[in-house]
């Protein structure tokens, strides 16, 4: 596959693709950009509907289809996996399971309802989707799968979501080091991405000053940009990165430094 070896070639499966300020939509984009077909997931069916057409505008002749999944609900995931088969896109060759929510509550204050919830989108979801697009993988003879989990995971918290999601994201590093050793007899790598503060709409009823807070925290003094991350999980999706895999890569202007 490699880079910009031409529209058509392979899939990229994208999940959380529906913000235009998210980290999903902007590695649809740069999948596309970069040569792939890209399938977006989203529950959002609208919002993934209208970002899907938004990387075919700045990509014209890109091979781009919208799919709603909630990440969460195995038959919906399961539905999912089998209408992208259908689709008419190639094989599918990587998998970024970006799809995320927050959960700023304490430990002594988040209920249990909340809690399976947010292991639910951010851990199982990764689970889900890698178990239904992982043979198609090992079909097509290619395999690249990069999950999002995040510098809370690594310090236990103090960007803005708590306990709950630290542990959501640290799951998902364990996750990923499994499906690593297990996948690596089929030339799939699988690799993780922490960020760090970023500046998208996750954190959702923020303030202007607790926004302004979180960069000045960061020792680059600024939150990170979508394609910023976007452009590390693209190349983790690379032939380029075929020897790296079971790794965390941190992202985090220097938040957390090990």
């Not at 510098?151 to 690593?180: C, E, I, N, P």
């Not at 190349?235 to 220097?254: A, F, R």
């Amino acid at each position: 596959m490699g880079y910009g070896t031409g529209v058509g070639t392979r899939t990229a499966v994208v999940t959380g693709a529906s913000s235009l300020k998210g980290i999903g939509y902007n590695a649809a984009l740069r999948f596309a950009r970069e040569g792939w077909a890209v399938a977006m997931l989203d529950i959002n069916e609208d919002g993934v509907r209208t970002a899907a057409q938004a990387v075919k505008d700045e990509v014209p002749g890109a091979q781009v289809e919208s799919f709603v999944a909630n990440v969460a609900d195995p038959a919906s995931v399961e539905q999912a996996a089998q209408a992208i088969k259908e689709s008419g896109l190639p094989p599918v060759g990587a998998l970024a399971n970006i799809a995320g929510i927050p959960s700023p509550k304490g430990f002594l204050e988040i209920g249990l309802d909340e809690w399976n919830r947010v292991l639910a989108v951010n851990l199982t979801g990764s689970f889900l989707l890698g178990q239904a697009l992982v043979p198609q993988m090992i079909e097509g003879g290619y395999g690249r799968v990069v999950n999002m989990s995040s510098v809370t995971a690594q310090h236990g918290g103090g960007v803005f979501s708590k306990t709950s999601y630290a542990a959501a994201k640290a799951g998902v590093l364990g996750l990923t080091r499994g499906m690593a050793r297990e996948l690596a007899q089929y030339g799939i790598t699988v690799n993780a991405v922490a960020p760090g503060v970023v500046d998208t709409e996750i954190r959702i009823g923020s303030s202007d000053e607790t926004e302004r807070a979180l960069a000045e925290a960061v020792p680059l003094k600024r939150q990170a940009q979508p394609w910023e991350i976007a452009a590390l999980v693209c190349w983790l999706s690379s032939e380029d990165s075929g020897y790296i895999t079971g790794c965390t890569h941190s992202i985090n202007g220097g938040t957390y430094i090990a």
